[in-house]
């Protein structure tokens, strides 16, 4: 199980500094959770599906179709900075 040298360890090879308080704190959850893990483990769930949500979740999206917009110029009035007939942003490397 879970002990308070344990912790110690996990926090340094995660260059955490803790207190004395925490540590202990730390100790005592551990624990808990590892018990609640345990505890998931004794369930039978080999006639349950590997899923990736609770419920069903689909989006609802449309085909991309590729138009033509007549008035550029309209478009480019509403970009914050523009270079000719181009939106102007800044340089990301």
């Known amino acids: ?3 308070l040298e344990l912790v110690r360890k996990v926090a340094h090879l995660a260059r955490l ?8 704190k730390f100790t005592t959850q551990l624990g808990d959770i590892l018990d609640y893990i345990a505890q998931l483990n004794e369930l039978d769930v080999s006639h349950i ?12 999206t449309r085909d991309d179709k590729l138009e033509t917009y007549p008035d550029r110029g309209e478009i480019l009035s509403n970009a914050p900075e523009q270079e000719g007939e181009f ?5 990301i490397l």
């Not at 500094?17 to 202990?24: F, G, K, P, Q, V």
């Not at 599906?49 to 609802?60: F, H, K, M």
């Open 1 to 3: 199980m879970i002990d």
């Open 17 to 24: 500094e803790l207190t004395l308080e925490e540590e202990e």
């Open 49 to 60: 599906v590997p899923t990736t949500r609770a419920i069903d979740v689909s989006n609802v």
């Open 87 to 91: 939106f102007r942003v800044p340089k």
